[in-house]
């Protein structure tokens, strides 16, 4: 009996040092798979598309680049240079090719999630569509309203003031 409590107990410790060498080796990538768990599971990227599709990537362009500007002033490499596919590059081309590998990143992680391989782990509920509430609250809606929403009749009587 006392052998089987001697060895659950060498059990539990090796099995403890397995999870703290796990944590070791995964820890220094936790902010990179925080990035793709955010971009991959709680980004609509259904609504996102519709949003770049019709100009949202120029703003996406332009973080970017701010990003690449921020990063490269506030935490510049020690000699200058950076080590990158065996190459030594400057500090901006550097931080460059890193935000662009991070906006890749976000663009496969959307990829992933609309070819539908998340399942019902990204599963967002649509939105109650809006009603049309325009013409509620005037009580007549007898007047005609130009192409800008106004009320032609008003908008008449005041351009024959000026």
């Known amino acids: 009996m006392n052998q089987l409590l001697t060895s659950l107990q060498s059990l539990l410790v090796a099995s403890w040092d397995v999870v703290l060498a796990v944590l070791m080796l995964v820890s220094p990538w936790t902010p990179l798979l925080a990035w793709v768990a955010f971009w991959m599971l709680a980004v609509n990227w259904v609504k996102l598309r519709e949003v770049m599709i019709r100009g949202g990537w120029i703003g996406v362009v332009l973080m970017g680049l701010v990003m690449v500007l921020i990063w490269a002033v506030v ?3 020690e000699n200058g240079l950076h080590h990158l596919f065996g190459l030594k590059v400057s500090n901006l081309v550097g931080k460059t ?3 662009t590998s991070l906006l890749t990143i ?3 992680c959307g990829a992933v999630q609309l070819s539908g391989a998340c399942g019902s782990l990204a599963h967002f509920e649509e939105d109650a569509p809006e009603e049309d509430d325009h ?3 005037h009580g007549d809606d007898s007047h005609e309203h ?3 929403g106004h009320v032609a009749e ?3 009587a005041h351009a ?3």
Do not use: R
């Open 75 to 77: 935490a510049p490499p």
């Open 106 to 108: 976000l663009f496969l």
């Open 154 to 156: 008003a908008h008449d």
């Open 146 to 148: 130009d192409g800008h």
């Open 97 to 99: 090719v890193y935000v």
């Open 135 to 137: 013409h509620s609250g």
């Open 160 to 162: 024959h003031a000026h």
